[in-house]
């Protein structure tokens, strides 16, 4: 089946403490980013991948670091966290070939709670 | 910079009543345009979506048509059912691979 699996999809954690949200899709698609979703706020962008070695910021990506070491994986990475980014994250992937606009395929979400 | 701007919520209708959510846009460019649908405890699904200047895009009975002189990609749908009830977010996308969504628009739809 095709999917975009993210792990975990809860997690509770403590001010500091470095964690890492993974992102896996079996899809073969080029294009993987990162959201975060908050009431009233939407869902905004953290960081996006177009192919592996390359990334971008999104419209909020203090206090986060991503890697694309492989086409399937795009962890997130909080080397501090802090209450404020406390969210639900969703991971996204697409196909990303001859600027064709395709949508995403999303993740399940992990629900980030930070104490 | 992109920004999408959705008509506020929540919105309640009753089954088999029409249904319009207003999305308008500001980008640079041509973005190609996109409505996700988030059910309960889910990530986001594509509803539809539609590339260019007056293109409609349809899917399960929804349709939106990309209105270039208003800015616009409003999502409608003839007769709504209690399955539609949801989260419905508008969203753009631009061809440098960056994507701007809506605030997200609930409905609720009473049998």
């Known amino acids: 089946e095709a999917q975009v699996t993210q792990n975990p999809r809860y997690l509770i954690t403590v001010t500091g403490k470095k964690l890492t949200v993974t992102c896996s899709q079996n899809m073969n698609h080029e294009y993987m980013s990162w959201y975060r979703q908050d009431p009233g706020l939407g869902l905004r962008q953290i960081y996006y991948?177009?192919?592996?070695?390359?990334?971008d910021k999104g419209d909020v990506p203090e206090g986060y670091k991503v890697s694309r070491k492989e086409k399937r994986n795009f962890p997130l990475i909080l080397e501090s966290p802090s209450p404020n980014q406390t969210s639900l994250y969703f991971c996204?992937?697409?196909?990303?070939?001859?600027?064709?606009?395709?949508?995403?395929?999303f993740g399940s979400g992990t629900r980030l709670t930070v104490v | 910079g992109d920004s999408v701007t959705q008509m506020e919520g929540p919105v309640t209708l009753s089954e088999e009543a029409f249904l319009t959510i207003n999305c308008t846009y500001t980008?640079?460019?041509?973005?190609?345009l996109f409505w996700y649908v988030q059910y309960p405890g889910e990530g986001l699904q594509l509803l539809l979506k539609?590339?260019?200047?007056?293109d409609k895009g349809s899917n399960k009975g929804f349709e939106a048509t990309y209105r270039k002189e208003t800015t616009s990609f409003h999502l409608e749908k003839g007769s709504v059912q209690v399955s539609d009830s949801a989260v419905y977010f508008c969203?753009?996308?631009?061809?440098?691979?960056?994507?701007?969504f809506g605030d997200g628009t609930t409905l609720t739809v009473k049998p």
């Open positions: 991948s177009m192919n592996v070695e390359v990334t």
């Open positions: 539609a590339t260019k200047a007056d």
């Open positions: 969203a753009l996308k631009t061809n440098a691979g960056k994507s701007t």
């Open positions: 996204a992937s697409s196909p990303y070939r001859d600027r064709e606009p395709y949508g995403y395929t």
């Open positions: 980008a640079t460019g041509y973005p190609s």
